[in-house]
């Protein structure tokens, strides 16, 4: 007897669709920096593990120096060519880097089936930094050390890359999260969290108590010990991870609400460190382009600096 198809498996299928006419569009354009679509075996995941791959123009694997690397997370049911055809990455890297306003970097750009958390359907936090990091890092020329790390997302990818940040400062210099739906204390009722596999019970009910659990909130305390100086103490063995927020006016998720929420939960712990660009629009690609160069250059004055980091204030 055939299986009903579930709203999962519906949104599964069209990713594919989505994800190959937008491979077909990226493979059709030009750019300076170098994009490619790869994957490898995922023990964590038991299964390929997709990402794509921004190189900088006239990257050189013998260069003496690593690139700093960027990794850039998706939205919810996302996957890894949405920046890269979607978010305009490639361009605006080009770009960017063109002015010299960013040194030659490489962007990741991974793909996951989950909120980039250890949910009900895999285990994609652990995947990311069991799997693609150690993997990243020994295929391409690039930092593995904090200083030339930094993580970024949207949405969703938002939500995982403040995460990330907050449970490993020891690993990111620097991290920007766009539309985050880092939603306190539980998410909308149109959120997609709501009805993502990630955050579904058995019985195919939202689990708030796993979104308690691993959403921001839980990391705050944990967070502030470690980047905090003790005592006595001019500076703390881990520093503050530097964090830029954006969102749209008129997002039908009230993000720019939970942004300032999470803005002053940050500025209590580091302040002076985190900026807040508020931009017209919606939860849509308009403001993630938009709020994209600015999320670079933010993220730049810190990834790759040994210099002292610079202070950040609130945009319009």
Avoid at 53 to 80: C, M, R, T
Avoid at 82 to 102: C, M, V
Avoid at 139 to 166: E, K, P
Avoid at 301 to 310: F, I, K, L
Wanted: aromatic share 14%; hydrophobic share 40%.
């Amino acid at each position: 007897m055939l299986k009903k198809p579930t709203l999962a498996r519906y949104q599964r299928w069209a990713g594919y669709v989505v994800g190959f006419f937008g491979w077909l569009t990226l493979s059709s354009l030009t750019f300076a920096g170098e994009v490619s679509r790869e994957q490898f075996f995922s023990p964590t995941l038991g299964y390929d593990y997709p990402y794509t791959v921004y190189l900088p123009e006239g990257y050189d694997k013998q260069a003496s120096a690593p690139y700093p690397v960027i990794y850039l997370l998706h939205g919810s049911f996302g996957n890894e060519l949405d920046w890269a055809t979607r978010g305009n990455l490639p361009q605006t890297a080009d770009r960017l880097i063109e002015a010299g306003h960013l040194p030659p970097a490489v962007f990741v750009m991974p793909g996951s089936r989950s909120w980039w958390v250890d949910g009900h359907n895999e285990a994609a936090r652990s995947a990311f930094f069991n799997d693609l990091l150690p993997h990243i890092e020994a295929t391409y020329h690039v930092g593995t050390t904090r200083q030339l790390r930094g993580v970024a997302g949207l949405s969703a990818g938002g939500y995982g890359a403040l995460n990330f940040a907050l449970e490993r400062p020891d690993m990111f210099a620097a991290a920007a999260a766009l539309s985050p739906a880092s939603y306190a204390p539980t998410p909308p009722e149109n959120s997609s969290a709501m009805r993502h596999p990630a955050f579904l019970n058995k019985q195919g009910e939202f689990d708030q108590a796993l979104w308690e659990q691993l959403n921001y909130t839980a990391h705050l305390e944990s967070y502030r010990l470690q980047v905090t100086p003790r005592p006595h103490a001019e500076h703390s063995d881990t520093p503050p991870v530097p964090l830029y927020i954006s969102a749209g006016r008129s997002d039908v998720y009230d993000a720019e609400f939970h942004a300032r929420l999470l803005r002053q939960s940050m500025e209590r712990i580091q302040p002076g460190q985190v900026r807040l660009d508020l931009y017209p629009g919606g939860h849509t690609w308009r403001v993630w382009r938009a709020s994209l160069p600015a999320a670079l250059n933010f993220m730049f004055q810190y990834v790759g600096e040994t210099s002292a980091t610079p202070a950040a204030d609130e945009g319009a």
